[in-house]
């Protein structure tokens, strides 16, 4: 059991039958009153944002999460078979658990969060940002410029993004892993 006054952003708590954690908080005095702690959570499951606030000295359950570095391996049916980089242990992970799969090839190192209790995966992230190659794309038109003009490419991976029409077929893209928007060529 934790206060409510020790959550800090990351700080993972059980409440209303599943996991959140803390991604902002705020200690509040109002004009008259107690002190309160305005919290945002994420729910890891769904990946809900939930508004809460709680009374200081109030008395919440913590959960102990671990974070470590797996590596994709392969595909298999639904699930994503990674291994642990400590371990070497193979672990099956469903898609949905995994924010920025469309963005993930073989041998990406993803950090997995589980809970330390019980051991259960509770959610897998890529990086924030990583570089893919362009298999296909349409050549940009020459003097097509007077707006930040964009173009469909597909990636290594299969899936279409929006690029500037500079960018060529082969060329080596960063590529941002929550919302699947260009970010720049990468020099080789």
Same mark, same amino acid.
């Given at each position: 059991? $934790?206060?409510?006054?020790?959550? %800090? ?15 902002? @908080?705020?200690?509040? %005095? ?13 729910? &890891?499951?769904?990946?809900? &944002?939930?508004?809460?606030? =709680? *009374? ?5 359950? +913590? ?7 797996? *590596? ?9 078979? =990674? ?7 193979? &672990? ?10 469309? =963005?993930? %090839?073989?041998? +990406?190192?993803?950090? &997995?969060?589980?809970?330390? +209790?019980?051991?259960?995966?509770? =959610?897998?992230?890529? !990086? ?15 003097? #097509? ?6 173009? !469909? ?12 029409? @500079? $960018?060529?077929?082969? #060329?080596?893209? *960063? $590529? ?10 990468? %020099?080789?």
């Amino acid at each position: 059991m $934790i206060n409510s006054q020790d959550i %800090k952003k990351g700080t993972a708590i059980r409440m209303d039958g599943g996991i959140w954690v803390c991604i902002e @908080f705020q200690h509040r %005095k109002p004009g008259k009153g107690n002190t309160v702690m305005n919290t945002k959570l994420k729910n &890891v499951t769904d990946g809900r &944002v939930l508004d809460r606030t =709680f *009374q200081v000295g109030m008395k919440l359950e +913590d959960v102990r999460i671990e974070r470590r570095p797996y *590596q994709y391996l392969y595909k298999e049916g639904e699930d994503y078979i =990674f291994m642990n980089q400590e371990t070497y242990e193979q &672990v099956p992970i469903a898609r949905d658990l995994v924010t920025g799969v469309d =963005f993930m %090839k073989e041998s +990406d190192v993803v950090e &997995v969060v589980s809970d330390a +209790d019980t051991e259960t995966i509770l =959610f897998a992230e890529m !990086p924030i940002k990583t570089n893919l190659r362009i298999t296909h794309s349409e050549p940009g038109v020459k003097g #097509d410029t007077a707006t930040n003009a964009t173009k !469909p490419a597909t990636l290594e991976t299969g899936v279409e993004i929006r690029v500037p029409l @500079f $960018i060529n077929e082969g #060329d080596l893209v *960063q $590529i941002d892993t929550r919302d699947g928007s260009y970010l720049n060529r990468v %020099k080789e």
